[in-house]
């Protein structure tokens, strides 16, 4: 039989309409590879497997008992996935990679979440990340790191970096990401695979455990344009218990089509070709660019100037967001209680001790920009700038239809190769901040692999609300290509 | 921009952190050279632009106001580390 594990994610509906593979054959075929090279890669925090095979009998036996009364069956029925551990999944723990929700167990599911479940998927297990999203390697995670299937010595990126390792890895077809600064762009980088930050505001965030309120969205790593816009697509929309969801349509697939992108303007913001890129992504970016050219999409040169300050605004808003977000973990309701004293002492105790290095310094880096004396100078100023970078976008919107640059300046790098230098590592973001700060959708997508092997990931920007755009220039592009076909060898 | 000991440890109780005495210094020496960095933002003049908070045109939905299921007793205690009576339990707040 064909190995399903490779299967994309309409090949797996298909031979499951057919009945051809039931979803418990499908998903122990991803449980039997996640069982023989998990050790290496450590992609997941939490696996179910005995969860996801009940999961998968009830799929079959849905999937009959609709076939005999001859109605529908729910879009995605027995298809396995995997969910980044900052999103709740009602019954299984929710770790956000830190020690003090070790044993926090959900009692209801994320919105995102409760979607795909009722478009019948079957969830293998909750995949590592940076503590609370924090970070750009999955090195800030209390439960290990990652390893980059392409390279184990190497970080998937970060912070969905056990979703783009798990997909990368063929663990799963498909896994949720959260995208604050870059989290599923720049994994979806690291690991070769196609990653959708969508628009602020187009998945709804309840039960993303949050982090950047203004900046947190839930998108999708997937092995292609196509089946990313599929889980994107059953996520995507209003939802009551979010204030800030849209209402604005999703449209329809793209990516079925045969998608022509001839008389789509791109723009190339010259901000993102900077000294210090790694020749070989730029190469490799540029060729993606020229090859939209030859298919008839307009490359026009823009300038986005404020560029530069993406980094101080991001690591000012972020944290100040993040430090109101996480006086939640107070030791009383739920997480990690260390308790030697009065009240003061407890929260004092079980903070210092159940957060990690790098979530204590955006705290710490937070609380002052917010504090008494430095919030005009630190967080109003970063936010007045926010403003000039959303102007630089909403401009060259009037121009081009979307923008193509490099997702991160360098392909993945050593595990440790940043030591202990948060700014360097903060560094790894300054071309995904941006649209974080804008609101802006964006897509990642592998367009080449360096010397080492390693695979280069482009993304596209676009305007509010238009992911269909962005799907509509990844598949065209897949469509002509194979680099999103490569595979890494375990 | 170099951050004191005291304000590291002003900052710290703020933020209800115990940081060790390492920890303390290690951050002291970060938060600065990422204060150093930030501080590039200073040189924009920005007194006529308006600040963004949320990216999105602000809104707000009103629906009726129907009460509606939320989580029972038992669920919202689940995860908690110490109840009594079916209540949050915590430590003394006054001696």
């Given at each position: 039989?064909?190995?399903?594990?490779?299967?994309?994610?309409q090949?797996?509906?298909?031979?499951?309409?057919?009945g051809?593979v039931?979803?418990?054959?499908?998903?122990?075929?991803f449980?039997?590879?996640?069982?023989?090279?998990?050790?290496?890669?450590?992609?997941?925090i939490?696996?179910?497997?005995?969860k996801?095979?009940?999961?998968?009998k009830?799929?079959?036996?849905?999937?009959?008992?609709?076939?005999k009364t001859?109605?529908?069956?729910?879009?995605?029925?027995?298809l396995?996935?995997?969910v980044k551990?900052?999103?709740?999944?009602?019954?299984?723990r929710?770790?956000?990679?830190?020690?003090?929700?070790e044993?926090?167990?959900?009692?209801?599911?994320?919105?995102?979440v409760q979607?795909?479940?009722?478009?019948?998927?079957v969830?293998?297990?909750?995949?590592?990340?940076?503590?609370?999203?924090m970070?750009?390697?999955?090195?800030?995670?209390?439960?290990?790191?990652?390893?980059?299937?392409?390279?184990?010595?190497?970080?998937?990126?970060?912070?969905?970096?056990?979703?783009?390792?798990?997909?990368?890895?063929m663990?799963?077809?498909a896994?949720?990401?959260?995208?604050?600064?870059?989290?599923?762009?720049?994994?979806?980088?690291?690991?070769?695979?196609?990653?959708?930050?969508?628009?602020?505001?187009?998945?709804?965030?309840?039960?993303?455990?949050a982090?950047?309120?203004?900046?947190?969205?839930?998108?999708v790593?997937?092995?292609?344009?196509?089946?990313?816009?599929?889980?994107?697509?059953?996520?995507?929309?209003?939802?009551?218990?979010?204030?800030?969801?849209?209402?604005?349509?999703?449209?329809?697939?793209v990516?079925?089509?045969?998608?022509p992108?001839?008389?789509l303007?791109?723009?190339?913001?010259?901000?993102?070709f900077?000294?210090?890129?790694?020749?070989?992504?730029?190469?490799?970016?540029r060729?993606?660019?020229?090859?939209?050219?030859?298919?008839?999409?307009?490359?026009?040169?823009i300038?986005?100037?404020?560029?530069?300050?993406?980094?101080?605004?991001?690591?000012?808003?972020?944290?100040?967001?993040?430090?109101?977000?996480?006086?939640?973990?107070?030791?009383?309701?739920?997480?990690?209680?260390a308790?030697?004293?009065?009240?003061?002492d407890?929260?004092?105790?079980?903070r210092?001790?159940?957060?990690?290095?790098?979530?204590?310094?955006?705290?710490?880096?937070?609380?002052?920009?917010?504090?008494?004396?430095?919030?005009?100078?630190?967080?109003?100023?970063?936010q007045?700038?926010?403003?000039?970078?959303?102007?630089?976008?909403?401009?060259?919107f009037?121009?081009v239809?979307?923008?193509?640059?490099?997702?991160?300046?360098?392909?993945?790098?050593?595990?440790?190769?940043h030591?202990?230098?948060?700014?360097?590592?903060?560094l790894?973001?300054?071309?995904?901040?941006?649209a974080?700060?804008?609101?802006?959708?964006?897509?990642?997508?592998?367009?080449g692999?360096d010397?080492?092997?390693?695979?280069?990931?482009?993304?596209?920007?676009?305007?509010?609300?238009?992911?269909?755009?962005?799907?509509?220039?990844?598949h065209?592009?897949?469509?002509?290509?194979?680099?999103?076909?490569?595979?890494?060898?375990? | 921009?170099?951050?004191?000991?005291?304000?590291?440890?002003?900052?710290?109780?703020?933020?209800?952190?115990?940081?060790?005495?390492?920890?303390?210094t290690r951050?002291?020496?970060?938060?600065?050279?990422?204060?150093?960095?930030?501080?590039?933002?200073?040189?924009?003049?920005?007194?006529?632009?308006?600040?963004?908070?949320?990216v999105?045109?602000?809104?707000?939905?009103?629906?009726?106001?129907?009460?509606?299921?939320?989580?029972?007793?038992?669920?919202a205690?689940?995860?908690?580390?110490?109840?009594?009576?079916?209540q949050?339990?915590?430590?003394?707040?006054l001696?």
């Amino acid at each position: 039989m064909a190995d399903l594990t490779a299967f994309s994610i309409q090949e797996c509906i298909t031979t499951l309409d057919q009945g051809n593979v039931s979803s418990v054959e499908l998903t122990s075929a991803f449980l039997d590879r996640i069982l023989q090279y998990e050790p290496q890669i450590h992609a997941f925090i939490t696996l179910t497997p005995e969860k996801a095979l009940e999961q998968a009998k009830e799929a079959d036996q849905k999937r009959s008992a609709l076939r005999k009364t001859g109605q529908d069956v729910p879009t995605l029925l027995g298809l396995p996935l995997a969910v980044k551990d900052v999103l709740c999944l009602a019954g299984t723990r929710a770790t956000c990679g830190s020690k003090i929700l070790e044993n926090f167990v959900p009692p209801f599911n994320a919105t995102a979440v409760q979607r795909l479940l009722d478009a019948g998927v079957v969830v293998l297990g909750k995949t590592n990340t940076d503590e609370f999203a924090m970070g750009s390697s999955t090195e800030n995670s209390a439960y290990g790191v990652t390893h980059n299937p392409w390279d184990l010595s190497r970080v998937p990126g970060g912070s969905s970096g056990g979703s783009a390792a798990a997909a990368a890895a063929m663990f799963t077809p498909a896994a949720l990401g959260t995208d604050t600064g870059g989290s599923v762009r720049q994994p979806a980088s690291f690991c070769g695979v196609t990653g959708i930050k969508p628009t602020y505001g187009r998945v709804s965030r309840y039960g993303l455990i949050a982090y950047g309120s203004s900046l947190d969205s839930v998108g999708v790593l997937a092995r292609s344009a196509e089946d990313a816009e599929v889980i994107f697509r059953l996520m995507a929309g209003f939802d009551e218990r979010d204030a800030t969801t849209i209402d604005v349509p999703v449209s329809s697939a793209v990516c079925k089509e045969d998608t022509p992108v001839k008389g789509l303007r791109i723009g190339v913001p010259k901000e993102y070709f900077i000294a210090g890129i790694q020749p070989a992504v730029e190469a490799a970016v540029r060729q993606a660019i020229s090859a939209y050219e030859s298919m008839g999409a307009e490359i026009v040169e823009i300038s986005l100037p404020h560029t530069e300050y993406a980094l101080p605004v991001y690591y000012l808003i972020a944290p100040a967001e993040a430090s109101a977000n996480l006086a939640r973990y107070d030791g009383v309701r739920y997480g990690l209680r260390a308790e030697d004293g009065g009240m003061i002492d407890m929260f004092l105790q079980s903070r210092g001790k159940g957060f990690g290095s790098e979530v204590k310094r955006r705290i710490m880096l937070g609380t002052y920009a917010l504090s008494a004396g430095y919030y005009d100078a630190y967080y109003g100023q970063a936010q007045k700038v926010r403003t000039l970078i959303k102007s630089d976008f909403e401009c060259a919107f009037e121009q081009v239809d979307a923008i193509a640059a490099p997702v991160a300046p360098t392909t993945a790098f050593k595990i440790g190769g940043h030591g202990d230098d948060p700014l360097a590592m903060y560094l790894e973001d300054v071309f995904t901040l941006p649209a974080n700060l804008a609101g802006v959708p964006g897509l990642a997508f592998p367009v080449g692999y360096d010397g080492d092997g390693l695979p280069i990931g482009m993304q596209l920007m676009g305007r509010h609300y238009d992911e269909a755009t962005l799907f509509r220039l990844a598949h065209a592009y897949q469509m002509a290509t194979d680099w999103y076909l490569r595979r890494p060898v375990l | 921009m170099t951050l004191s000991r005291e304000e590291v440890e002003h900052i710290a109780l703020l933020a209800r952190l115990e940081l060790s005495e390492e920890e303390k210094t290690r951050y002291q020496q970060q938060l600065s050279a990422i204060l150093d960095h930030i501080a590039q933002l200073q040189a924009l003049e920005t007194s006529h632009i308006q600040p963004t908070s949320g990216v999105l045109p602000p809104s707000t939905r009103l629906r009726s106001d129907e009460p509606n299921e939320g989580l029972s007793r038992e669920q919202a205690l689940e995860n908690a580390p110490d109840v009594e009576n079916r209540q949050f339990r915590v430590p003394p707040v006054l001696e």
